[in-house]
């Protein structure tokens, strides 16, 4: 994950919390932490007896599987989802990719859980498995920090300001300083029409030079701004102005059953099932 410099909490942090009170501002609602179950945790039993139609075709192959050599799961899963027809087939991809990233999560683990991310059945499961894919093998973390200069964050703070006096020339001359626009590209999914909606607002005011401010905007900025400001010490209701106010996603390691999907104590295929022997 790319690694962090955040400018520390100043004077300007106390300032743009007034600033924030005296708009009326509030702040996004609380991220809610939940814990989201892997595809095949809650319900593993019905994942695997619907692989178990689409074994046939890959029975010797799967009857060769051995605990000590993980990384045959991971290579046979691979095939099997490259040649996939079908939902059953699918599932016996994840199995085995479940049962790769369980018995070496170390070597496998990464790989493992970036193949079940790209094989996910909606949204939720694709983030999940993105986001522990990042854990196991004990690389990276689950959330990924915004690269933030403080002379960039300043550039980008006097634009805001300028847009905020309906002031588009210096708004526009501002974004040019120090990377400021690099960073507004940045958070621009968090303001209203997104980063190039700014830049048309800035143009418009030059254009016409009415001092005519959209008051969301204003909101979001002063949001954004004192969130970059506060760095790691932000609160979550401000880390969602930055991320927006989808759930956050907790892994836990602890458990290989839900995070894999699969059972690690029944590696072995045998008589159309995963066994805890061979």
């Not at 894919?133 to 973390?141: D, I, M, S, Y």
């Amino acid at each position: 994950m790319s690694s962090v410099t955040r400018p520390r909490c100043t004077a300007a942090h106390a300032r743009w919390a007034r600033s924030l009170r005296r708009a009326g501002v509030v702040a996004c609602a609380v991220a809610v932490t939940a814990l989201i179950p892997m595809a095949g945790g809650a319900g593993l039993p019905a994942a695997q007896t619907a692989a178990a139609a689409s074994a046939s075709r890959w029975k010797d192959r799967l009857a060769q599987l051995d605990p000590l050599r993980p990384l045959d799961y991971l290579e046979l899963g691979e095939e099997v989802a490259d040649a996939a027809v079908d939902e059953s087939d699918r599932d016996l991809a994840r199995q085995l990719f479940g049962y790769a990233g369980a018995l070496d999560p170390e070597r496998l683990g990464r790989s493992a859980m970036l193949a079940l991310a790209a094989m996910a059945s909606d949204a939720t499961d694709r983030a999940r498995a993105q986001a522990a894919a990042e854990l196991v093998g004990g690389k990276g973390v689950v959330r990924e920090a915004l690269r933030v200069e403080p002379a960039q964050l300043e550039a980008l703070a006097r634009s805001f300001s300028a847009y905020r006096r309906g002031d588009g020339r210096r708004a526009q001359t501002a974004l040019r300083q120090n990377g400021a626009d690099a960073l507004l590209e940045l958070i621009g999914p968090r303001l209203p029409g997104g980063a190039q909606g700014y830049r048309d607002e800035c143009a418009a005011m030059r254009a016409s030079g009415v001092s005519i401010v959209d008051a969301e905007s204003v909101r979001r900025q002063l949001e954004i701004e004192l969130s970059l400001r506060r760095g790691e010490l932000r609160a979550l209701s401000l880390d969602a102005a930055l991320r927006g106010d989808m759930p956050l996603v907790e892994i836990d390691l602890g458990d290989p059953k839900a995070l894999w999907g699969v059972d690690p104590s029944r590696p072995w295929w045998r008589d159309g099932a995963w066994r805890s022997n061979g």
